[in-house]
């Protein structure tokens, strides 16, 4: 079982709200990653991290902005939401850029 | 980046053999092939990895051919709960870029 967690599973909001959806990893990982799934589509990278301090945008263009302040730590937020950022939003984490990611469960949002 | 093709779904009956092939023409030398599975509302899960010939897993085989443009993916004797959609990648030490995905549908 990966050990990889993101809360909240399940997000229901307003627009124009700020939100915060959390990821945390024990496993030790440098590698952080935030991709992006609309329901039967495919995944898209948003954001991502090699480690402490380190931040990179991914293919896919994104309001959200996120930190990495801690190994185990990347928080991805959205300073206004709105209903075009519906989503399920899913972090992974891996040993090494190349090889096998771990996921998390994933994060549903809703901007209504 | 490196594009891979394969099939948008595919159907099988339970106990059958199901190969899901996906071509990478584009693949450079130090490229691995991985494939994951992703269930309706969860993340991917990491299924194989291989560079050429033939890789095993108790879940899984895959099979390269010596050009290395495509690979397949053969999962034995398919069971409902391998109703899945099954993504080919190609590595390089770069962040993964998910394609679209074989949707893979098992019937009884």
């Known amino acids: 079982e990966a050990d990889i967690y993101q809360t909240p599973r399940y997000l229901v909001i307003g627009t124009g709200k700020k939100i915060t959806l959390e990821c945390s990893q024990t496993?030790?990982?440098?590698?952080m990653y935030w991709y992006q799934q609309d329901p039967g589509m495919e995944l898209h990278l948003i954001h991502y991290?090699?480690?402490?301090?380190?931040?990179e945008k991914g293919d896919l263009s994104s309001e959200s902005t996120v930190s990495r302040i801690r190994t185990e730590h990347f928080p991805l937020t959205l300073e206004s939401a709105r209903p075009s950022h519906t989503s399920q939003y899913l972090c992974a984490s891996s040993v090494q850029v190349s090889g096998e990611l771990f996921f998390g469960e994933g994060s549903r949002l809703t901007v209504l | 980046l490196a594009k891979t093709t394969q099939p948008i779904s595919m159907d099988s009956y339970e106990g059958q053999e199901v190969n899901i092939t996906c071509s990478h023409n584009?693949?450079?030398?130090?490229?691995?092939i991985t494939w994951y599975q992703q269930f309706p509302s969860q993340g991917p899960r990491f299924i194989i990895q291989g560079y050429k010939t033939k890789v095993t897993n108790e879940v899984a085989s895959l099979f390269i051919p010596a050009d290395r443009k495509s690979s397949t993916l053969s999962l034995p004797r398919v069971s409902l709960s391998d109703t899945a959609v099954y993504y080919c990648l190609v590595d390089r030490n770069t962040p993964l870029v998910f394609g679209k995905g074989t949707r893979l549908s098992v019937i009884a």
């Open positions: 991290s090699y480690g402490v301090n380190s931040t």
């Open positions: 496993m030790g990982h440098d590698k």
């Open positions: 584009n693949i450079a030398t130090n490229d691995y």
